[in-house]
């Protein structure tokens, strides 16, 4: 007895135990989770040279309630940069990672939570490589289920690999809880005996920016239904059940061989159905390859303010798409800013300048005060010079550090890193209301879900950085080729795909 009651209390004291059910310890499931995520972005200027660490903080997924499990967090580990992962940190940081499963261990199953765009020198998509060490430790019997992000450059390998792989549906993201339940859901159905899931990545030659598959436009908007539509009814021919259907955009600010398109699915106790599913899924994506546009209004950097100022709308917001943060751009470039100075714009804010000495320079001269500041192109140099400029501090904000300035009539928000806007909460900490102001600027490229609900109209600004939106002008040097539509004549027959 003295052996289970320390079992018990080794089990208490390794693990978060999630739910009410009146289980000993010992009969409870144990499962590990980690997490190890980043959207790469290869053209950034700067190489990433660290990673952040933390112990898992999201909460489990909310089917794991009341299941009997014991989740034993382990590391979250997530690159402290947007640009190429030097594969010194990333190695070391993978390692984090599997120690934490190796303390853990033995396990039941493995949930990771990955975003499937990182990309490291001498690793390459260091996720899928990460779930593949994770399973030669596990062992071939322990499932693994993974989530992502549907902006992720996923290799066909990744799956040998995991058992149970689910993405996001949405662009603009707004279903990351339904896609965790939805992959927690399988994992217990598989720890129960009830489901057998097995994978299947069929990858499609063709790169597409994330703008351009949207949920909320054609004809993205009806490929993801048909995915839905096959998680429901499953695929001809077949009788095993799609447990999950995912249609990856993949990240083309991430120049790696893996860069584009995939179909992903996990289907129960039968991969030809996994497959099946796969290239019925790629055959409706190549056939509406022609068709993939912008799903927002689109401007150049004038004509957009143009439109925005004549805009009958009370507040237009405009993306400084070329710099976006959340594809990993560095957010300093203050093209835009400059762009409103100069013509003296009335009523305008741009929200989210990365320039971390001008904040420093904005603390020490207090609230009121004026000063000379160099605004911006501190680590983006390759596309213009900082803004010199005079500026009234209006405010300054401790938790994120930030400084809110004015110049003329316009406002700007300096961030001591990278910092998108991407929810009407930032602002009142600013002291804005972004719906008093006619023109709202933030370093997006579609407008985030939690900002489009609000906003009177939007309009993204095809403006230069390392996440500019016209990628047939970037310079590729990884990515595989041929990929539609840098090389018009491709031709892609899904049904070549491997067997499984
Ligand atoms: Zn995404």
Known sequence: MGNRREFLKRTLAAGLVVGSRALLASDRRRVFVAGFSHETNTFHPVRTASFGFAQVSRTPPVVWE?????????????????????????????????DSLRAAMPVDAVFLRLHGAMYAEGIGPAETVLVGEVRSLVGPKVPIACTFDLHGNIPACLAQFGDILVGLKTAPH????????????????????????????LPIPMILQGEKAMTTAEPFRSLVEEARRIEREGVLGHESKILAATLFVGCAWTDSPDTGMSAMITADGSRGAARAAAVHLAHKIW???????FGCETAGLEEGVNRALAAKESTVFLTDSGDNVTASAPGDLPIVLRHLVERNVKSAVVAGINDAPAVNRCFEAGVGKSLALSIGATVETRFGPPLETEAQVVRLIENPRMAVVRIGEVEAILADGPMAFTDPRQFPPCGIDPLTRKIVVVKEGYLYAALTRIAPRYIMLLTPGAGDMRIESLTYTRRRKPLFPLDPSVSFDPEAAPAP
């Open 66 to 98: 009341d299941a009997g499990l014991t989740v034993i967090p382990g590391i979250h580990a997530r690159p402290n940069g947007g640009g190429t992962i030097e594969e010194k940190p990333c190695r070391e940081a993978m390692n984090r990672v599997l």
């Open 287 to 293: 056939e509406a390859r022609h068709q993939f546009a």
């Open 174 to 201: 707004t279903d990351g809880a339904q896609t965790a339940d939805l992959a927690g859901r399988i994992l217990l159905d598989t720890l129960a005996g009830k489901a057998h899931p097995v994978a299947y990545v």
